[in-house]
């Protein structure tokens, strides 16, 4: 074990009382890695707290310990501890009113280290890949509803193990995890595959917008067809994962109007000479080569006509 490892273990060896959190909307990732991670905890006699400033989504609401979630941390921790999340910004207001991070879990290449400590491994295919492989040196262990958490986040973050950085040995991480008693059919159904009708209904908004040139293909939620849909998340619901699999474009974009005045983009690289984190990090975002995601302040038209702009500019010097 070497000396960061070392320092995590005593660290949470020595904790009674635990603040788990990671970004706003949070994804798959985010979720199944905070409720494996809490879990795991709590199985090793601490008192935890996660806090998500963005609460749960309700497509997530069948994974184990998900009543362990709240918006707002009460009372005093001697740990706090963020997984998959980039920057201090993107926890959003979960840890308003406390210190930063003592330990940083990620894997995003984008990643600050604004943590006292912190643990990145951006080979790996997601934060719950991270935990898979390091909770038992740290003397946690992985019963089957953290299996099931940890699935969860490798499954969502590598869109079924179709990524380009899917390897032999995060597949054999979830073979590890099938053997603790994690049921991957039936995860991967109810976090890939499963639609409410709402969020069908948001999905045909958001299709109908489709747009194509210049090797870029993207599509576009407002406010309106959120309201329109009956959609209550802030997200795209998962959108982009089908505007990526369109052919004869090497990047796709998906713009989520957050507010009048504020919009979400994801990028997604579909050849692998593109590296769309570059693009992001133009506009103080993150993520990975293959997948980043930024704010952006302004009209839905405004962002959109400088992301496009950027979005060539990466795509020509890629060719």
């Known amino acids: 074990m070497n000396h960061l490892q070392k320092k995590i273990k005593s660290r949470i060896q020595a904790a009674h009382r635990v603040l788990v959190t990671s970004h706003v909307r949070p994804d798959g990732d985010a979720i199944g890695s905070s409720l494996a991670l809490s879990l795991a905890l709590i199985d090793a006699g601490k008192q935890v707290q996660v806090v998500l400033a963005d609460g749960l989504p309700d497509g997530f609401k069948y994974l184990p310990g998900t009543e362990l979630v709240r918006t707002r941390a009460e009372g005093d921790f001697d740990l706090i501890i963020s997984v998959d999340c980039s920057d201090l910004q993107r926890i959003g207001s979960a840890l308003d009113g406390y210190r930063a991070p003592d330990i940083i879990i990620d894997h995003h290449v984008t990643t600050e280290d604004f943590g006292t400590l912190n643990l990145v491994e951006p080979a790996a295919v997601a934060t719950a890949s ?190």
């Open 130 to 319: 991270v935990l898979a492989d390091h909770m038992p040196e740290w003397g946690l262990v992985i019963t089957a509803p953290i299996a099931s958490n940890l699935i969860t986040g490798l499954v969502t973050d590598t869109l079924g193990f179709r990524t380009s950085n899917t390897t032999p040995g995060s597949l054999r991480q979830v073979a590890h995890l099938m053997e603790i008693g994690a049921d991957l059919s039936q995860l991967y159904y109810r976090s890939m595959v499963r639609r409410t009708f709402v969020e069908a209904k948001y999905w045909g908004s958001g299709l109908s917008s489709l747009q194509c040139a210049d090797g870029i293909v993207w599509a576009t939620l407002t406010l309106a067809d959120r309201k329109a849909s009956g959609y209550t998340g802030r997200d795209d619901a998962d959108l982009i994962n089908i505007v990526s699999s369109i052919d004869d474009a090497d990047i796709a974009i998906m713009f989520v109007e957050q507010t009048s005045n504020k919009t979400k983009i994801s990028w997604r690289g579909l050849k692998p000479h593109v590296d769309v984190s570059q693009i992001s990090l133009q506009f103080e975002g993150g993520g990975h080569k293959a997948a980043s995601g930024a704010e952006l302040t302004g009209s839905l038209a405004e962002v959109q006509e400088r992301v496009l702009a950027a979005t060539r500019k990466i795509l020509d010097r890629s060719h």
